[in-house]
């Protein structure tokens, strides 16, 4: 007699993480709901030029207010920031600043470093994408990545395809793709769906903004014109373990807790999908 038995393999799902972006000056509030919520920590204020030179004195205030393990992403530096430039000196400036954020990253244990990648659209010259695409590729291969991945989000990209390109000429699962909603929005000329279904398969990471279409805003979700329900509908097709951002800007009053309201309400990713009703 076979006393065997068939064991059916048991799927294992990985859930998306939620992060908020805490201000120093507010950080006690930000570590509670993420403590209370089981969230995670995006740093953006050391992305500011301001925070730059000073980047070992927020490290420092940071970590004694806050414990340790909650940063899950750290955003690196964007304004004015061009490691792909022809002009030497820029060029170098650029990468300076943005190899210190990648050591931070490294020290503090952030998963992710989220960097733009600072494509200006409007430059219609092959020789201007190969220069940008040749300057991030030099410039990424001489990192030491450590634990961190970096992922690259949009600003002003119209579609996917260059960002893309890097990712997949790079060659590397310590490059991937942030996809920010909110950018995507004013700037963006695809859909969703073709976005995602380009780049989902690259896309570790996503930012949650809403804005009327016109200019990057931060109301809170819910009060701008981005499509939330085709925004879920294609998350959770395409990328479904993507970490996901809520971004309302570090001085947002109630807009935070209005958010999570609005995606918890409308059943919306990475929270539990609604069940009944319309969303």
């Not at 799927?11 to 006690?28: F, N, S, Y």
């Not at 020789?127 to 600003?155: C, I």
């Not at 890097?166 to 793709?177: H, I």
């Not at 970490?243 to 990475?270: E, K, T, Y």
């Amino acid at each position: 007699m076979d006393n065997s038995r068939k064991v059916t393999p048991v799927r294992i799902e990985v859930l998306a993480r939620i992060t908020i972006q805490p201000g120093l000056h507010d950080l006690g509030r930000y570590v509670k709901t993420a403590q209370s919520e089981d969230f995670l920590l995006e740093l953006m204020e050391p992305a500011y030029p301001k925070c730059l030179d000073e980047l070992k004195e927020y490290f420092s205030h940071y970590s004694a207010s806050a414990p340790e393990g909650l940063v899950r992403a750290l955003h690196g530096p964007y304004i004015d920031i061009t490691v792909h430039t022809a002009d030497r000196e820029i060029r170098e400036a650029s990468r300076r600043r943005v190899e210190r954020s990648l050591a931070w990253a490294r020290h503090i244990g952030a998963p992710y470093l989220i960097l733009h990648i600072n494509h200006l659209p409007m430059i219609n010259e092959a020789g201007y994408d190969r220069q940008w695409l040749s300057g991030w590729l030099d410039f990424l291969g001489r990192q030491g990545f450590g634990d961190v991945t970096v992922v690259m989000e949009n600003m002003w990209d119209r579609t996917p395809d260059l960002m893309l390109r890097l990712v997949e000429e790079f060659g590397s699962p310590r490059l991937r793709l942030c996809l920010d909603v909110a950018h995507w929005n004013v700037s963006g000329k695809v859909s969703p769906d073709q976005w995602l279904s380009a780049a989902g398969r690259y896309t570790a990471y996503v930012q949650y903004g809403d804005n009327h279409g016109d200019h990057d805003a931060d109301p809170a979700l819910g009060r701008g014109t981005v499509d939330f329900a085709e925004v879920d509908r294609v998350l959770r097709a395409e990328t479904p373990t993507a970490d996901v951002m809520i971004g309302v800007g570090i001085d947002n009053g109630d807009r935070l807790g209005a958010s999570l309201a609005f995606l918890r309400d409308c059943g919306l990713h990475p929270f539990p999908a609604a069940t009944g009703g319309e969303r």
